[in-house]
């Protein structure tokens, strides 16, 4: 069974920085892409960030210059770096693998940011 476990989060200022990591366990193998999605109140989930396993990326027009997508492909594991937050960036961030035994997500870990 694979799991996508998320870490990071949480509250922050405007104009401040924040960190997001996810972990793959389990048996995942030939993995496509790692993603980061997110979901605001009353909109719908989009994608934030993408990285293949090639290491090419991209990124929301929102976000361009400001988020940054990694990957650790040893350990299944992607991070997600955020630096001059906006308000708008509050949501529910997502971990989403795409690999060739199908789509997983994460339980998701909210983003807030506020004065």
């Known amino acids: 069974q694979v799991l996508l476990v998320e870490s990071g989060g949480g509250l922050v200022q405007p104009g401040g920085s924040l960190g997001l990591s996810c972990a793959a366990s389990?048996?995942?193998?030939?993995?496509?892409?790692m993603n980061w999605y997110r979901q605001a109140p009353g909109k719908q989930r989009e994608l934030v960030a993408q990285?293949?396993?090639?290491?090419?990326?991209n990124y929301a027009d929102s976000v361009k210059g400001r988020f940054t997508i990694s990957r650790d492909n040893a350990k299944n594991l992607v991070s997600l770096q955020m630096t001059t937050l906006k308000p708008e960036d509050t949501a529910v961030y997502y971990c989403?693998?795409?690999?060739?035994?199908?789509?997983?997500w994460g339980q998701g870990t909210q983003v807030t940011v506020s004065s």
């Open positions: 990285i293949t396993s090639g290491g090419s990326t």
């Open positions: 389990g048996s995942i193998f030939g993995i496509y892409t």
């Open positions: 989403n693998v795409r690999a060739v035994q199908g789509i997983f």
